[in-house]
């Protein structure tokens, strides 16, 4: 069965620094997302992707926050400068035209 | 946006129990997720469901998308249920909408 998958599993980062989560999506699928959950909260948007551009974006979604598909099978989401508050579980979905959307495993992100 | 809200909130079950749990939108949708958040965080897909009703194995769904609301229900629960379930609305195009989940113990 096609999977969404996610890299890395788990990443700690200090304070400040750039993290760039990667995920690939099930090929041939058209739309991406990524969410976040914070420990014990509700998942949360962040940022959806069609056509190579952000379709929507949720008030998370700063200056801090940019998203990239730089080679038609990755689909890449990158914090400038991590905060705590940025730490999280992220995780990366994608959908094709009127189908179920499949998220990947996850990327727990720990900023110290 | 949509409001999404799932009851109860937290539920108990003994072994071999049946539960419904429910899930309640504002707006009108297309696309309605059912998943199970296991203990590692990871969201499995149960049920793809935007409206009628489907089955597998001991749980079944059912989408009401007039009224607005979609039950899932757990037959003869194991332990291996135990999890947080969530229910997830989507207009095309735009994002999905979480509910605040349930969170499911089965207890021998």
């Known amino acids: 069965e096609p999977e969404v998958t996610q890299t890395p599993s788990h990443q700690v980062t200090q304070m400040g620094q750039e993290v760039i989560l990667r995920c690939v999506p099930i090929?041939?699928?058209?739309?991406f997302y990524w969410y976040r959950q914070i420990l014990g909260q509700k998942v949360e948007f962040l940022v959806s992707?069609?056509?190579?551009?952000?379709?929507?974006k949720s008030e998370i979604f700063d200056d801090q926050f940019s998203v990239e598909r730089p080679d038609g099978s990755n689909f890449t989401l990158k914090i400038r400068s991590t905060k705590l508050e940025d730490s999280a579980m992220y995780f990366c979905a994608s959908r094709g035209d009127g189908t179920e959307a499949f998220f990947g495993q996850g990327t727990r992100l720990t900023v110290v | 946006g949509i409001q999404v809200e799932q009851s109860p909130p937290d539920l108990i079950l003994q072994e071999g129990a049946n539960s419904t749990l429910r899930c309640n939108f504002s707006?009108?949708?297309?696309?309605l997720q059912w998943f199970h958040q296991n203990p590692w965080g990871q969201l499995i897909n149960l049920f793809y469901?935007?409206?009628g009703t489907k089955q597998n194995g001991r749980l079944s769904a059912t989408t009401v998308a007039t009224e607005r609301y979609s039950l899932l229900y757990i037959s003869s629960s194991q332990t291996t249920d135990s999890g947080v379930y969530f229910c997830a609305v989507e207009r095309v195009g735009n994002q999905f909408y979480f509910g605040t989940g349930t969170s499911l113990t089965v207890i021998p």
């Open positions: 707006d009108s949708v297309n696309n």
């Open positions: 469901i935007p409206s």
């Open positions: 090929s041939n699928h058209l739309y």
């Open positions: 992707f069609y056509n190579n551009e952000i379709s929507e």
